[in-house]
């Protein structure tokens, strides 16, 4: 066989596996976007009984969707405040601590993520009820950054691992206290992981279930109304929010895109060649 | 500017768990004076400026600066400024914060601390970079922000840790003149560390030669490359021919030692007695190719001769196999000597040093 040949074979292997892969994805959106459209009483694509905006006409009248939808956002600021800070605590102290030591505070720290959300919840629930503090918003606020916490120390110890040690002892060494080493070394170094860590823990506590079950009280959440009502019927209505969700996530990252190109764009001039030389200080990516 | 201060380490050491970095170092180190540590790869210099800017405390022994005791203080407060290894510039800031930062710690009001930071930056030959990004500089430019940098804070000592290892060649030459003259401008001391025996020969007003943790030699540059007090410190500075055997004969200045290629002679650099195990050293250009030389001769047969231009490295071999190096002035004769089967080397008694035998630099 000839090399052409070969070549041919296998871009189209590839082009096929990029068309399976993103079907993959996306056919299941589309599949639900387009129930959103149909007249039939059911969330489903097929039969196909006419075109219509009713489901988002009964959407906007369903106040008790907009109310947990409330709710959520709600429970998801409060995570954002509480996780991140610890998050950003945990991972300093981490970064303080020897080496051994280090390790086994890590896996401490880490341990929540791996237990079931339904034992989180539980145990948040019972260890409250002993303070005489029931279900409500709030618990579920608690109960979530358990988990969501470790994800933001996560986020920031790997950013910290990237920190240059001699950053800090060239700051200490041109006179500066810890706590100035702090201030303006450390933080503006951890900034952009804040913002990160800000959305993956909003978008955590959005989508978060098994946790949020035992501890809502009577905040319902918008997962919590939903799956409620798969057990009285599910109407399209759902998909409709569904599409305005993915409308709104694909809206926000053309945004964030194109903010981050016409950034980008200064500072793309060449850098001159002997910036790249041997031992100097590593420069973070943003 | 300020006026340097003396740095003073009595009876130093540190200790790594059982490993013994630097062992029992005493050393005074004047003030103004442009000091390097010379030594390889591991012996300890790094530590020692560790010590001296506050990074670590001694296990043993005491680090005064201008005649004060610095137990205690840490690196904030100390009169030093370390450049380190890597520069350790902060990618965050433009360059005029980097080096108005120790200001912006003392409490210095923004516009009196960028009117500094500029002189400090014209003082460096950086005058318009003030508004740059430290990732938008070439590495020579980096250099100069991280001594400006230290400046800024007006150190009694500046302590550098081989500051132009990562420069290309032209570069360092380059950058090598202008830290002298910087010194020169401030009056501050400065210690160098380096592995690069040019830049500490060219640049230093004394060397401290380093092995293994300890103290080979203090000395002037030329006493250090003339008249070496260890065999380590011999093999390291430069090159020389080595000659092992035993002390055969004394007199005033001069030792004979019996060697695998005859008697020679040399000056006695160490105290050497009849009958001690010794070690003969002479330099390339110090030996040459001829019949006469007091010292010691050699039948060698030439392997190899590199023409550098104005002078000529010969590489030649004693009949024991013992690799032996001359260099010589270019004096237009080349071609005879290539056409000879085996060529007369040999060197003055004054030309050569004899020390009592001890370990050798790996090079
Ligand atoms: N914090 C430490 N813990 C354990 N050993 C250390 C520590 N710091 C240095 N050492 C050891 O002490 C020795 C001397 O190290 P040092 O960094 O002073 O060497 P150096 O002369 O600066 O070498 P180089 O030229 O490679 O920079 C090395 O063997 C090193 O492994
Ligand atoms: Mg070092």
Known sequence: ????????????????????????????????????????????????????????????????????????????????????????NAALLLHLLQKRVRTLAYGVMVSPILMPGVILGISTLVFWRGFDVGGGWHLAVLAQTTFIASYCMMMFQARLQRLDPTWEEAALDLGASHFQVMRRIMLPFLAPTAIGAAVIAFLQSFENYNTTLFVYGSDR????????????????????????????????????????????????????????LGRAAPVPAE | MSIGESVHLENVTMRFGDFTAVDDVSLEIEAGEFFSFLGPSGCGKTTILRMISGFNEPSAGRVLIGGRDMRGSGPNRRPTALI??????????????????????????????RRRAEELLDLVALGNAGDKRVADLSGGQRQRVAIARALAVEPKVML???????????????????????????????????????????????????????????????????????????????????????????????????????????????????????????????????????GGRIEAELVEMEFEGSFINLRLRAPNRQPIMVQMANDGGLGEMARMASVPVSFAARAAIALPEGELAHQ
């Open chain 2, 160 to 294: 550098l840790d081989e500051p132009l290892s990562a420069l290309d060649l032209k570069l360092r030459q380059h950058m090598r003149a202008e830290l002298r003259a910087i010194q020169k401008r401030t009056g501050v001391t400065f210690i160098y560390i380096t592995h690069d025996q040019g830049e500490a020969l060219t640049m230093s007003d004394r060397i401290a030669v380093m092995s293994r943790g300890r103290l080979e030699q203090v000395a002037r540059p030329d006493a250090v490359y003339n008249e070496p007090a260890t065999p380590f410190a011999a093999s390291f500075v430069g090159e020389a021919n080595i000659f092992q055997g035993r002390v055969v004969g004394l007199s005033a200045e001069e030792v004979e030692i019996e060697t695998d290629l005859g008697r020679m002679r040399a000056r006695n650099g160490g105290d050497l007695r009849q009958g001690d195990r010794a070690m003969l050293f002479v330099r390339p250009e110090r030996s040459s190719i001829a019949l006469g030389g007091d």
């Open chain 1, 221 to 276: 959440t918008l997962t919590i109304y939903l799956a409620g009502k798969v057990r009285v019927g599910l109407t399209p209505a759902v998909n409709a929010l569904s599409v305005i969700f993915i409308l709104l996530t694909v809206a926000a990252a053309v945004l964030f895109e194109w903010r981050r190109r016409a950034e980008a764009r200064p500072a793309a001039r060449p850098v001159p060649a002997k910036a790249s």
């Open chain 1, 1 to 88: 066989m000839n090399r052409l040949s070969s070549r041919v074979i296998l871009r189209s292997f590839i082009l096929l596996y990029l068309v399976a892969f993103f079907a993959y994805l996306f056919l299941p959106l589309l599949y639900m976007s387009a129930a959103a459209f149909n007249q039939s009483r059911f969330p489903a694509t097929v039969p196909w009984q006419g075109f219509t905006l009713e489901w988002f006409d009964a959407l906007l009248n369903d106040s008790m969707l907009w109310s947990s939808l409330g709710n959520s956002l709600l429970v998801g600021a409060g995570v954002v405040a509480l996780s991140v800070p610890i998050g950003l």
């Open chain 2, 84 to 113: 380190f290894q890597n520069l350790a510039l902060f990618p965050l800031m433009p360059v005029w914060e980097n080096v108005a930062f120790g200001l912006e710690m003392r409490g210095m009001a923004r516009s009196a601390r």
